[in-house]
C-alpha cells in the first residue's frame, strides 16, 4: 500500500525524522493561511501517488501568501501528469504546503528490502533529487548499499559510515546519524517495503531534514498496523482494483488485451510469459488463490470483463486444493450473468478436471477448450485476432 507524502512524513515524524513545518489542505484560501503562518513564503506540492510531480507542474514556490494562494488554485483539481503516472494523469485534491527551505545540498536515502541476501538495505547516495534508477543506470558507484539486521536495526557505526560517505562533516555529521538510525527504525517497525527520502536537504545551518518522503507497505502486514491502513487512498488506485481487493483477489491491471485468470502467482506470471511468446499481450495479472470459492470466481470473471481493453479470456487453472468443477461453475455463472460476447480460451488440470471441463460443455457457452499452456496461449491469441478481424 502507498501512502502520500503528508501521509509519510506524518509516520516519520513519529519516530524522531525531520521534516519541514507544514499542512496538507484542499483549500486555496487555507494554503494563502498557512503560508501566512509559515512567515510568508512557502512550497505547495501536489498530493498523489506518483513521482515527477515537479516536472509536471505540481510543485510551486510561493514567494507571497497571495502566490500559495495562487498556485493552490490551480494545482488543486488538476489532472497531473508525471512520468509514474501514465498519459491519463491523477487528479490533485489535495496540497502539501510547507516552509520554503534553505537548500545547501541535496542527498538521497532510501531503504528497501534485498531478496537475495534476505535483509533491509540502506542506500544514500550525493546526487538527491534525481531519479535513483538513473543514478544507477549511469554510475552504479555513486549509491552506497549498507545492509542491516531486521531485527538488532541499523547500528550506529553503520549510520556514522553512511554519514561519511555522503560526506557529511561536524555537527551536521552528528544530525545524520540519529536521522538515519530513526528512519531505519520507523522502516522496520512499520512494515515498509519501500521508505526513500529523495530530496534529504542538508539546510544552510547544518541540518538534515526529509524535504520529501516515500512510504509504501506490505500489504499483508497492514493487520499490524490499522492506523496506516487509515492512510489508504482509494481514489489512487485502479476501479478494478479496488473492486478485486473486496473479494480478497490478487489482481494487477496492465495494458494488454487477453484477460487471464489463474490460480497461484507462479502460474499466473508463466502465463502472461506464454501470451507475450505467443504474440499477445496480458490485460491484467489474476490469481484467485488456491482456495477460491465459486463467489470469488464469478467476481474474479466479472473484474476482467469490466475491462474494456480485454478482447478475450485466457483461463489457465491447476487443481491442487482448488477444484477445477468449480472454477467452471464460477465461470459458467459469471458468462451467463454478464452475457459475454469475446472468446474465452479454458486450459484445465487437476483435481475434478473431467467434471469441469463437463460443466463447461453442458453449459452451452463458446467456450474454447485447450491442452496445455502453449496451445491455449495460441487458441486465445488466433481468437483475439480474429475476433478484430
Not at 498530493?47 to 498556485?71: S, W
Not at 473486496?246 to 494487477?252: A, D, M, Q, S, V
Not at 507475450?276 to 499481450?281: I, M, R
Not at 463447461?360 to 495460441?378: F, N, Q, T, W, Y
Amino acid at each position: 500500500m502507498k501512502v502520500h507524502e503528508y501521509q509519510a512524513k506524518e509516520i516519520l515524524r513519529r519516530y524522531g525524522v525531520a521534516t519541514p513545518q507544514g499542512h496538507v489542505t484542499d483549500s486555496p484560501e487555507e494554503a494563502r493561511q498557512i503560508t501566512k503562518d509559515l512567515g510568508g513564503k512557502s512550497v505547495v506540492k501536489a498530493q498523489i501517488h506518483a513521482g515527477g510531480r515537479g516536472k509536471g507542474g505540481g510543485v510551486k514556490l510561493a514567494k507571497t501568501p497571495d502566490e500559495a494562494f495562487e498556485h493552490a488554485q490551480k494545482i488543486i483539481g488538476m489532472q497531473l501528469v508525471t512520468h509514474q503516472t501514465g498519459p491519463e494523469g491523477r487528479k490533485v485534491k489535495k496540497v502539501l504546503v510547507e516552509a520554503a527551505a534553505d537548500i545547501a545540498q541535496e542527498l538521497y536515502l532510501g531503504i528497501t528490502l534485498d531478496r537475495a541476501i534476505g535483509k533491509p538495505v540502506l542506500m544514500a547516495s550525493k546526487f538527491g533529487g534525481m531519479e535513483i534508477e538513473e543514478v544507477a543506470h549511469k554510475d552504479p558507484t555513486a549509491i552506497l548499499k549498507e545492509p542491516f539486521d531486521a531485527i538488532a536495526g541499523l547500528q550506529p557505526f553503520q549510520a556514522r559510515k553512511v554519514a561519511y560517505a555522503l560526506g557529511l562533516t561536524g555537527e551536521t555529521h552528528k544530525k545524520a546519524v540519529p536521522f538515519l538510525l530513526a528512519l531505519a527504525k520507523a522502516y522496520v517497525e512499520t512494515d515498509c517495503s519501500l521508505a526513500e527520502i529523495n530530496p534529504l536537504m542538508i539546510t544552510g545551518q547544518g541540518d538534515v531534514v526529509a524535504l520529501d518522503a516515500k512510504m509504501n507497505f506490505d500489504d499483508n502486514a497492514l493487520f499490524r498496523h490499522l492506523d496506516i491502513k487509515e492512510y489508504r487512498d482509494l481514489d489512487e488506485e485502479d476501479p478494478l482494483e479496488v473492486e478485486a481487493s473486496k473479494f480478497n483477489l490478487n489482481y494487477i491491471k496492465l495494458d494488454g488485451n487477453v484477460g487471464c485468470m489463474v490460480n497461484g502467482a507462479g502460474l499466473a506470471m508463466s502465463t502472461m510469459d506464454i501470451i507475450q511468446y505467443a504474440g499477445g499481450s496480458p490485460a491484467n495479472f489474476l490469481d484467485v488463490g488456491g482456495g477460491a470459492n465459486e463467489e470469488q470466481v464469478r467476481n474474479a470473471m466479472r473484474i476482467i470483463l469490466s475491462d474494456p481493453n480485454v478482447k478475450g479470456v485466457l483461463i489457465n487453472i491447476f487443481g491442487g486444493i482448488m477444484r477445477c468443477d468449480i472454477i467452471a461453475s464460477g465461470v459458467v455463472k459469471a458468462v451467463k450473468e454478464i452475457g459475454c460476447t469475446i472468446p474465452v480460451v479454458v486450459r484445465l488440470e487437476g483435481t475434478n478436471v473431467e467434471e469441469g471441463k463437463q460443466i463447461l460443455r453442458d453449459s452451452g457457452l463458446a467456450v474454447i477448450p485447450a491442452d496445455g499452456m502453449k496451445d491455449a496461449a495460441e487458441k486465445i491469441i488466433a481468437a483475439v485476432a480474429k475476433g478484430g478481424n
